[in-house]
Structure formats: structure tokens, C-alpha cells
């Protein structure tokens, strides 16, 4: 072969093998932008694999004695671990406009194939969505859950760094155990041991337990030494509770709230906000909003709920339903006031519907949520002596205080007065057994007549127990009194201007008046304190107690709610049901107009007729302070609860001696929810390095420390006070530290603080950083030998 050739050959090679590499390395890099770590791809699932690869920072492998069923962590066991935090993906479409039919119509591809918490997926769920609501009301339902992955991924760390889940035998994230053992049913276990044979189930203590998930784990331990554990973030619901104990299941509580990292700019309910430029938000207002108007609204929350539960890879982590909350008994029971940064904090307490209301699920939350807000400003803004409703025929022009019968707080006041008497002749109907007994036992003139005098009625408060802790206070009982008290009308029914008892004994008058309030005000007291149909008058009550606190401190020293108190201006809060006084009394007078039922004795019969004046009046609340080792003592656990309760509802078993069962709820109440609330602030970082303690004089090459600018507060910021509920015991009120070695992130998170930023570790980025580098290495040595002539 000629030279020539020989050298055309050559070069043919050298050409082929060029466009191989360049190639291969194009696949190395396509590779890469699959494999690496970046934005939604970061969070995808990874299955069947080791913990200790899964979750980063699993320090050292749990003996036998430190796993669930082990001495150190028996069946029930309960303990408090870190609380982490998460971020919502989808809160930056919280705004996004509904997208028109032209833009559905293009999409392409299922949801399942996009990233949860992606606009593509959201777009394609609603694409699909057949229901009765708009795009604003079913999107706001939707972003909340997209929230799931991470907020079960935070707790799975947690829990793999306390058990110690290290080493070869932990496996996560388990897909195979269900077919090894054919159990009929794929499921995926979130930790399994096969030499020790124990699985785990991660659970926030909120959402219902899946049937046949159940059954699967019962069949894996029927007639064979495995063992299944739950494990739960929240003390799990009673309901929870027997489903496990009727499938021999086992389980443990580690504690850990989720805090959200990124809540809503623009919460969906502006309640409890003094300061329209500081918006509130938290688990209140985030589950009231999604609660619904009707029963139907409540129901097909409920089916979205669980439509997206079953959208996300970790199921049992949604925020707490809404529909498993009786709205009807949300009481206001915690306010905090930190007039040095301003911020302030609020939680209710609800009862919890049996089953996680599976049956028929509360509704009614916003509507509940503003009266008690309402009720607060409207406390704070008048003065104490408009706080009174009246109803007596002899005074038809004193109803109401005219300013306060433009609000809620007045509206519930006056009704509940109406209210409270036709309770009493409902007690007082001889076709009953209180009433029948009652008239029994008064006493009869010479003549056989039951005489007995006017009287007026009013309900007034007790003292409420609290316990003041700094900037906090807890609202512990908050009574209601009912009173009598003897009363001359003019006012007489139609057709009865004679009064045929006018002649009667006086004493026998005054006892059988005496008899009436001896046997009504208790039964009367109770119910009104007890009773659905009177829980908005204890609503508007609890928050009359929080106003007449937060008034007080405030003339000592001002906080967030200072420009609303004594302002006298209830125009932003004005009753939010169209109401009428006028009616409320015309219609008390209908029924002083109408007999109310006819009682046959011995001598004849008697024709009874309402006859009773009175109101409500809330002039002032006087309370009565819980010492400190009494409230430690009672309430050793409600701190935490209130704390936890800002960033998810916490659920309480009223069987546990924790102290924090606080609110009216029916008998058949087995568990009750906590759920709070704060502004929504932007915490600066905290800086990665100190700074430099050397001299002032930055020098020629040192350009000196730099302006922090308006959102760094620079050292001097107090952050938020130890009244607020978010700050965890012992944890820090800053945002976390940036990247080491790089520049602090800003975090967006509720007032209270966030904790460090954990996540799972990312194995692909040391292999696909050494192959780029391999890759151009061997670019390099191929450019240097093409540039050389043979």
C-alpha cells in the first residue's frame, strides 16, 4: 500500500474513532442531565434500596433492644423526635389564572407521567376533573396536597436517623416484600428488615388507615415470625387504633410536626389579620378554607382529598382533612401578643368526628373562623359598655347598642337571648318530665291558682380560668352564668290586661317566682354552655376573652392589634348574615303574644304565656390565673400542641391525660384537633461564616462587610419572641444557614422559625461529575493527537 493510502486510512480511523467518543460522550452527558439531582427530578422515587443510601446522616445500626417491639421501644411507645420542615411545589401556581380550553385541549400525556407538585401535572388533573367546582376552589384544594411527598419524605428521615436504620439489612422504600410473600396486595413497605423480619409503615396520625393494606400486613404475619409497626408522626385516632388492634397490628409514636417552609403569599382567608400588609396563615385558616359551605361541598372535598391522596407516592401524609373536623365547636383558646416584634399568634381547639367524619364529613369552617375573628375586632374596637342585647316589651327602643348591631358579634348576642328563654319553656312544657314535675310543686292560692311574678333573665360570664405565660395566653374554661332575678312588666298579652293573680299571698308569689330560677338556672346553664344551638354564643365569647387580654396588655405596652383597639370603627367587620334586630324582637313579642302550651291541674286549666325580659351582656370578662405548676401539672403537653398545631392540625385523644382537651364537645367525642396560626414572614439567613473579627479597616483588597440590605436584619434582630407559637422548645427563631461555603438561601417560613434543611442523599453526583471529567480529559488527549501530523 502506498504511503498516500496508508495515511487516508489512517485518517479514516482516527475519524471513526473521533465521532465514537464524541458520541459517547453526548450519552454521558444526555446521561447526566437525567441522572443529576436537579429541581423535581431531585424528589423522585427511588425504590428497594438501602436506608442508609436513601437517607443521609444514619449514624451508626439500632440493636434489637432500639427497634420497635425492643425494650428500649415497646408496642405504644411515645416520644418527641425533631420537627423537620418541607416546601409546597406547587404554591408558585397559586395564582395561576384557570387556563382556557384552547391550552387543555393542547396538553398532551397523562398526569401520572409529570412531576408532582408540576404545573403540567396540575393542568392534566384539572383537564380531567368532573365536578361541580370552578378552577379558584378546586385548584386551592389541589396545592395544598402536593405537599405529601415531602412532608412523608421529612418524617422517614427522621425516623431512619432515631432507628438507626443502618447498614445492608435495612432496605427502603421496599416494592418486593409483597410478592416474596405473596400477600395479594402491592403494597410498599417503608422500611424492611428480612434478617430481623420486621416492616415498617410511616403514618402522620391523621388520614384513614387503607383496608387492604391491612389485610396484607396481616396475612405477612400470620403463622410466621414477621412483624409489622406503624409508625406514627401524631398520636393516632381511637378508629385508628382498633383497625390495628383487629389486624394484630403494632404500633409507635415519634412525634415530629411537619413545618412548612413556603406557605401562601395570599392566604385563602384574610382572617384574624390586623395588618393587611402582615397576612396570616397556618392550619386554621389552610383547613377552614377547604372545609366547604354545605354538607355537598363538604363531600366533594372529601373525594378530592382522597383522589389526591392517592395521587401522591406516599400515602398517609395529606394535611389533615377538613371534613374530619366539627367546625361547629372551633373555640378560640390561645393568643399570643409580642409587642416588641409585633407578631402574634391564635389556635382553636374542634372536636374530631368519629372515623375521620368518613361517614358525613364537618363543613362550615370559614364561616366559623370569621365569626370568631370578627367577634375579636369587634371586642377590641368598641367600648365595653355597647356590649349588651335587651328584649323587654316595656323598651322596645333598646334592642341593641346601634353600632354593634351592624356585626356578627351583636347578631349572635341578641339571637342567643331569644334563644335562651324559649329554651326555658321548653324545660317548662308539662307534656315533659322537668316541666310536669315543675308544676307539680308550686304552690296554689285558696282559690287554686299558681301565681307567681315576672322575672328577668340574663346570661353573663364566670370567671374564666387562663394561664398567662409572657406574650401567651391560654384560654383553659371560659363558663357562661345564667341569672334571675325578680321583675315588674307593664306589658301585658292581648285580651289579658287583668291580672287575676293581683290579689294573691305576696309570699306564695315570691316562692313560686324563687322556685323558677332555683329550678331552670342550672338546666339553663348547662345547656348554654353544652348545647350546638349555642355555639357561636361560646364562640364569640372565647374571643371576647383573648380582646379584654390583649386590650389590657396593650395599654401597658402596645402590640400588633394596638390600631384597632378603642378605634371605635367596626366598618371592616360588619355582619356577614343579613339581620335585622327589629325582626328578632318583633318576633320575641309574637311569642309573648302566643300561648305557649296549656297546663290541666286539679282545678282546671291554665293558658301559659311567655313572660320573661332580660339579655345578654358581656360588659366584662373576669378571669381567674392558673398558677405555673398547676398548668405544667394539668397541661404538661398543651406548649407544644399550640406550637405544632401553626403548621398542621394536631390531634388529641380525650382518654389521654395530656391536658389538652380544651373546648365544649359532645359526649361521644373520642379525639379533638388543635389548630393554629401566625403571620407569614420572611426570616433572614443565618450566615454561613462568622464574621471577621479582625480590624475595622478593610484594607486595599478587603472590600469590608457588606450593607445586609432591607431583608437582612442584620445581628440586631430580636426574630420572633418567645411568645411565638411557632418557635420549638430550645429551637432557634432564624431561618437556616445557606450552602456551605455559598451564599445564605432565603426561606420562607411561619414566624416561628424552621429547622435545618435535611434531605435525602443524591449518590449520583460524585459518579456523574468524575464522568464529565473522564470525558473531557479524554477530549483533550484526542484534540492534542488530531492537531499532530502524522
Known amino acids: 500500500m502506498s504511503r498516500q493510502n496508508q495515511l487516508l486510512a489512517h485518517e479514516k480511523r482516527r475519524e471513526r474513532l473521533r465521532r465514537l467518543l464524541v458520541l459517547l460522550t453526548g450519552l454521558l452527558l444526555a446521561a447526566t442531565g437525567v441522572l443529576a439531582p436537579v429541581g423535581e427530578v431531585a424528589g423522585a422515587p427511588r425504590f428497594d434500596i438501602r436506608c442508609d443510601?436513601?437517607?443521609?446522616?444514619?449514624?451508626?445500626?439500632?440493636?434489637?433492644?432500639?427497634?420497635?417491639?425492643?425494650?428500649?421501644?415497646?408496642?405504644?411507645?411515645?416520644?418527641?423526635?425533631?420537627?423537620?420542615?418541607?416546601?409546597?411545589?406547587?404554591?408558585?401556581?397559586?395564582?395561576?389564572?384557570?387556563?382556557?380550553?384552547?391550552?387543555?385541549?393542547?396538553?398532551q400525556g397523562d398526569y401520572r407521567d409529570f412531576p408532582a407538585g408540576s404545573e403540567d401535572r396540575m393542568l392534566r388533573r384539572w383537564k380531567v376533573y368532573e365536578g361541580p367546582w370552578d378552577w379558584e376552589r378546586w385548584r386551592n384544594t389541589y396545592i395544598p396536597n402536593q405537599a405529601n411527598d415531602a412532608r412523608g419524605d421529612g418524617f422517614h428521615r427522621n425516623v431512619g436517623r432515631r432507628l438507626q436504620l443502618g447498614g445492608p439489612e435495612w432496605m427502603c422504600e421496599d416494592t418486593k416484600l409483597w410478592n416474596e410473600?405473596?400477600?395479594?396486595?402491592?403494597?410498599?413497605?417503608?422500611?424492611?428488615?428480612?434478617?430481623?423480619?420486621?416492616?415498617?409503615?410511616?403514618k402522620s396520625g391523621g388520614s384513614p388507615l387503607k383496608l387492604e393494606q391491612l389485610r396484607a400486613d396481616q396475612a405477612l404475619m400470620?403463622?410466621?415470625?414477621?412483624?409489622?409497626?406503624?409508625?406514627?408522626?401524631?398520636?393516632?385516632?381511637?378508629?385508628?387504633?382498633?383497625l390495628m388492634d383487629q389486624h394484630g397490628i403494632r404500633y409507635v409514636v415519634l412525634e415530629s410536626t411537619a413545618r412548612l417552609q413556603n406557605p401562601p403569599a395570599k392566604p385563602a382567608n384574610t382572617s384574624l389579620n390586623p395588618d393587611p400588609n402582615k397576612p396570616t396563615g397556618g392550619a386554621a385558616k389552610d383547613l377552614a378554607a377547604r372545609s366547604g359551605r354545605t354538607a355537598a361541598d363538604a363531600r366533594e372535598a372529601r373525594r378530592l382529598a382522597d383522589d389526591f391522596d392517592d395521587d401522591q407516592r406516599r400515602q398517609g401524609f395529606g394535611a389533615r382533612r377538613p371534613g374530619g373536623i366539627d367546625w361547629t365547636s372551633l373555640e378560640l383558646h390561645y393568643v399570643s401578643d409580642d409587642p416588641?416584634?409585633?407578631?402574634?399568634?391564635?389556635?382553636?381547639?374542634?372536636?374530631?368526628l368519629p372515623d375521620d367524619g368518613e361517614a358525613e364529613p364537618g363543613f362550615g369552617g370559614e364561616a366559623a373562623l370569621d365569626l370568631s375573628s370578627d367577634a375579636l375586632f369587634t371586642w377590641l374596637a368598641l367600648d365595653q359598655s355597647q356590649f349588651w342585647v335587651n328584649l323587654n316589651p316595656d323598651s322596645p327602643e333598646?334592642?341593641?347598642?346601634?353600632?354593634?348591631?351592624?356585626?356578627?358579634?351583636?347578631?349572635?348576642?341578641l339571637q342567643a337571648d331569644l334563644r335562651f328563654k324559649e329554651t326555658q319553656y321548653e324545660y317548662m312544657d308539662p307534656e315533659t318530665e322537668h316541666g310536669k314535675?315543675?308544676?307539680?310543686?308550686?304552690?296554689?292560692?285558696?282559690?287554686?291558682?299558681?301565681?307567681?311574678g315576672s322575672y328577668r333573665m340574663w346570661v353573663e360570664p364566670k370567671p374564666a380560668t387562663v394561664r398567662e405565660d409572657g406574650d401567651q395566653l391560654y384560654i383553659l374554661d371560659a363558663p357562661l352564668a345564667a341569672r334571675y332575678e325578680p321583675m315588674d312588666i307593664d306589658w301585658r298579652p292581648p285580651g289579658q290586661e287583668e291580672d287575676f293573680c293581683e290579689d294573691a299571698p305576696q309570699d306564695i308569689v315570691d316562692r313560686n317566682t324563687r322556685r323558677i330560677a332555683d329550678t331552670f338556672a342550672p338546666l339553663l346553664e348547662q345547656r348554654v354552655n353544652s348545647a350546638p344551638e349555642y355555639a357561636d354564643l361560646r364562640r364569640v365569647y372565647t374571643s371576647r376573652v383573648a380582646a379584654q387580654w390583649l386590650e389590657e396588655r396593650d395599654a401597658e405596652r402596645p402590640g400588633a392589634f394596638h390600631d384597632v383597639i378603642g378605634s371605635g370603627d367596626v366598618s371592616p367587620w360588619p355582619a356577614r348574615t343579613a339581620w335585622d334586630p327589629q325582626d328578632v324582637f318583633d318576633e320575641y313579642v309574637q311569642q309573648l303574644s302566643t300561648p305557649l302550651f296549656r297546663y290541666e291541674w286539679t282545678f282546671g286549666d291554665i293558658e301559659y304565656w311567655m313572660d320573661i325580659v332580660g339579655g345578654v351582656t358581656l360588659p366584662d370578662t373576669p378571669r381567674e390565673a392558673m398558677p405555673a405548676e398547676q398548668f405544667q401539672q394539668e397541661h404538661p403537653t398543651l406548649p407544644t400542641t399550640v406550637q405544632s398545631s401553626v403548621h398542621d392540625a394536631v390531634s388529641v385523644p380525650l382518654a389521654a391525660p395530656a391536658g389538652n382537651a380544651l373546648g365544649t364537645f359532645a359526649e361521644d367525642t373520642e379525639s379533638m384537633a388543635w389548630l393554629g396560626g401566625g403571620p407569614i414572614v420572611q426570616l433572614a439567613p443565618e450566615p454561613t461564616d462568622p464574621p471577621d473579627p479582625g480590624p475595622t479597616d478593610p484594607g486595599p483588597t478587603d472590600p469590608g462587610p457588606t450593607d445586609p440590605g432591607p431583608t437582612d436584619p442584620g445581628p440586631t434582630d430580636p426574630g420572633p419572641g418567645p411568645g411565638d407559637p411557632g418557635t420549638p422548645p430550645g429551637g432557634r427563631a432564624d431561618g437556616p444557614a445557606g450552602p456551605r461555603g455559598g451564599?445564605?438561601?432565603?426561606?420562607?417560613?411561619?414566624?416561628?422559625?424552621?429547622?435545618?434543611?435535611?434531605?435525602?442523599?443524591?449518590?449520583?453526583?460524585?459518579?456523574?461529575?468524575?464522568?464529565?471529567?473522564?470525558?473531557?480529559?479524554?477530549?483533550?488527549?484526542?484534540?492534542?493527537?488530531?492537531?499532530?501530523?502524522?
Open 53 to 107: 443510601e436513601l437517607i443521609d446522616g444514619i449514624d451508626g445500626i439500632a440493636g434489637d433492644d432500639d427497634l420497635p417491639g425492643g425494650k428500649n421501644v415497646p408496642a405504644g411507645h411515645k416520644e418527641r423526635i425533631p420537627d423537620y420542615t418541607y416546601e409546597n411545589a406547587s404554591e408558585a401556581f397559586r395564582d395561576r389564572a384557570a387556563p382556557t380550553q384552547a391550552e387543555l385541549d393542547a396538553l
Open 181 to 202: 410473600k405473596q400477600l395479594g396486595y402491592e403494597r410498599r413497605y417503608d422500611s424492611v428488615n428480612r434478617t430481623k423480619q420486621l416492616a415498617m409503615e410511616l
Open 222 to 242: 400470620r403463622g410466621s415470625g414477621w412483624k409489622v409497626y406503624y409508625v406514627f408522626s401524631q398520636e393516632p385516632l381511637r378508629g385508628q387504633v382498633r
Open 340 to 352: 416588641q416584634t409585633k407578631d402574634f399568634g391564635y389556635a382553636f381547639s374542634a372536636a374530631e
Open 398 to 413: 333598646s334592642i341593641i347598642d346601634p353600632q354593634f348591631a351592624t356585626t356578627d358579634a351583636g347578631r349572635v348576642l
Open 437 to 452: 314535675a315543675f308544676w307539680d310543686s308550686m304552690e296554689r292560692t285558696s282559690e287554686g291558682l299558681i301565681c307567681h
Open 743 to 790: 451564599s445564605p438561601r432565603e426561606v420562607v417560613a411561619w414566624g416561628g422559625g424552621t429547622l435545618p434543611r435535611t434531605g435525602f442523599s443524591e449518590p449520583w453526583i460524585v459518579p456523574t461529575a468524575l464522568g464529565l471529567i473522564l470525558a473531557g480529559g479524554a477530549l483533550l488527549v484526542l484534540r492534542h493527537r488530531w492537531t499532530r501530523r502524522p
